[in-house]
């Protein structure tokens, strides 16, 4: 499986953003999706995860209440609707598709986030 994210870009704190994961090779419906960060300097942060069907949903503690993922399977593509964004927000997002563990699963490229103060 192949994943593309985008949607990445500079925004002002208290701004927006949506990330997108495409996944291509096989149907995103056969794997649990995920979002990863990494700020420079630090190790790789859970951000958020989404069951296959979409019910069950999962966040890290620094993003709940801020962060929103979903998943569209028809379009093969996974969101992470980022709202509030703080300077501590900025890093580089991951997706990830798992069918098992997330150290097992297929990494995307990253996409990367900039909040300015």
């Known amino acids: 499986v192949q994943l593309q994210a985008s949607g990445g870009g500079s925004v002002q704190a208290g701004g927006s953003l949506r990330l997108s994961c495409a996944v291509s090779?096989?149907?995103?419906?056969?794997?649990?999706m995920g979002w990863f960060r990494q700020a420079p300097g630090k190790e790789r942060e859970f951000v958020a995860a989404i069951s296959w069907s979409g019910s069950n949903t999962n966040y890290g503690d620094s993003v709940k209440g801020r962060f929103t993922i979903s998943r569209d399977n028809d379009k093969n593509t996974v969101y992470l609707q980022m709202n509030s964004l703080k300077p501590e927000d900025t890093a580089l997002y991951y997706c990830?598709?798992?069918?098992?563990?997330?150290?097992?699963?297929?990494w995307g490229q990253g996409t990367l986030v900039t909040v300015s103060s």
């Open positions: 990830v598709a798992t069918g098992s563990s997330w150290s097992r699963g297929s």
């Open positions: 090779g096989r149907p995103s419906s056969s794997y649990v």
